[in-house]
């Protein structure tokens, strides 16, 4: 097998395959890594909320449509696919702890982590997994799955949900929700960090997101968004 970082795109199956899809993010995920670790204030805040997007978005849309291809079609599907949720789930809870933190010493250890993951992530895709879905899948099947997974990846919730089911039914069901939660918490964030400091609009724009965040924490919680995970996967 040969990773995906070291085709070209016309061997992943040309610009709209699910491959040159993955690797186009996995491109803009490690430029977002560098910016994230050359930024401070506001500024890593604004990079910190594309991180989001860019990475929850891509992970819901690989749990919900691409990983049970790679069930169905690979004899060791399971248990890798599983060891990339158990990723997954790890980069949903150090996010949730990094949003939380109150001790500024205490962010950049989380944040190196977070970083090492996402690569490890990253290796074990474009290295194992999907070079051997590009073993089993022609040309055409890797284009409709392209279509599939974008159209899956524009709708999905940008934050971090760590109750929620790595697996359908439950992360299926959860999406819509979840997402307007997320997207709409996307722009208040956005726009308290273009309000002044000290103004009352920023307030009330970072209010309005803790409100929704609030409400997107209990939604996550409900019976019919657990479903289908393997236990194993939670470590939390």
Known sequence: MTSLADQDE?????????????????????????????????????????????????????????????????????????????????????VVSLEKLEDPEARQPL???????????????????????????????????????EAVRRTAP???????????????LSSLPLSVLDRSRDHLDRAARRSSPQGTARSRFERASRTLAAAAGALEKLPPFTRGERPDTHRA
């Open 10 to 94: 016309a061997t992943l199956g040309g610009p709209m395959s699910i491959l040159v899809r993955q690797k186009r993010d996995h491109v803009r995920l490690d430029e977002l890594l560098h910016e994230l670790g050359t930024t401070a204030g506001d500024q890593q805040a604004e990079v910190f909320t594309q991180l989001n997007r860019l990475v929850f978005a891509h992970a819901f849309a690989e749990e919900a449509l691409l990983w049970p291809v790679a069930r169905r079609v690979l004899p060791d599907g399971e248990a890798i696919t599983l060891e990339i949720e158990k990723e997954h789930q790890e980069v949903n809870e150090l």
């Open 111 to 149: 944040l190196d982590r977070l970083v090492e993951v996402l690569r490890e992530d990253v290796r074990d895709e474009e290295d194992v997994l999907l070079p051997r879905l590009q073993e089993k899948l022609d040309t055409r099947q890797l284009v409709r799955l392209g279509w599939a997974w």
């Open 158 to 172: 940008t934050r971090p949900h760590p109750v929620v089911a790595r697996r359908p039914p439950g992360n299926a």
